[in-house]
């Protein structure tokens, strides 16, 4: 059976509960081509049966709603069914297993969740900010995986009393700090004026690269494998 999630945490619990039984479920929130009269199930949240799932996975291991938060962030189309199956051997085993790397499942949760880990800790160095004519600052990226929220508390304490908007143009969402409140909102596209000053700080960038640059040294496999080319798309120093 095939269980259909909207992605988000309530539906993901509300199935994981409904397919407990189900050895060979498989969840998802990804488009799914299906075999012939393989059944399925659109799971809508149920916030009573989340909760419980939630109650009852808690008692086991009061750390696993976090790691299912940022399995639930990853970028890779079988998230869900990494999840359920670490979350699934929690239940069988009453306990944490996190530390038991010998067990698929948790092997699986463990590299999932340090790739999302790590993508969150590399975007602190490669986020570049636009200067609007407002005063406010506008981030464009586009991360392998949902963590753009997540990148707030960094900006905030790095840029007291400025406003800034984190704009994931390809999850088309933004991460907004008004200099007060925090809050995410849908965003398709963005009409950005930008200040007067802000082509000055793009030729800044440029000149700073090209002053720790080194052509007749350039390591540029080594460079790709400390700065992703997927990322250069929203970083001024390399346009």
Same mark, same amino acid.
């Given at each position: %059976? ?54 009852? =996975? ?28 670490? =979350?699934? =051997? ?29 993508? =969150? ?31 707030? !508390? ?5 840029? !007291? ?65 400390? %700065? !992703? ?11």
């Amino acid at each position: %059976m095939i269980y259909f999630t909207d992605g988000t945490k309530e539906s993901f619990l509300t199935a994981f509960l409904l397919s407990y039984g189900d050895e060979d479920a498989y969840v998802t929130s990804a488009q799914k081509q299906l075999a012939l009269g393989q059944e399925t199930i659109f799971v809508s949240a149920d916030a009573a049966r989340a909760e419980r799932a939630e109650q009852r =996975l808690l008692a086991f291991d009061k750390g696993c709603m976090k790691d299912l938060s940022f399995l639930l962030r990853s970028g890779e189309e079988n998230r869900e069914q990494i999840a359920l199956r670490y =979350l699934r =051997l929690v239940a069988e085993k009453k306990a944490p297993v996190r530390e038991m790397l010998t067990e698929e499942p948790v092997l699986a949760a463990s590299e999932c969740i340090r790739r999302v880990t790590f993508e =969150l800790h590399r975007m602190k160095g490669f986020v570049r900010f636009l200067e609007c004519a407002s005063g406010a600052l506008y981030a464009p990226l586009s991360p392998d995986h949902d963590i753009v929220d997540l990148l707030v !508390p960094h900006f905030r304490a790095r840029l !007291p009393g400025f406003p800034f908007v984190l704009h994931d143009v390809s999850r088309k969402k933004a991460a907004i700090y008004d200099g007060k409140n925090i809050f995410t909102a849908p965003l398709a596209s963005a009409e950005v004026a930008l200040s007067a000053n802000e082509a000055e700080w793009q030729s800044l960038w440029k000149r700073y690269y090209r002053s720790v640059n080194i052509p007749s040294r350039e390591r540029l496999r080594q460079m790709r494998g400390y %700065m !992703p080319v997927r990322y250069w798309k929203f970083m001024p120093e390399f346009h």
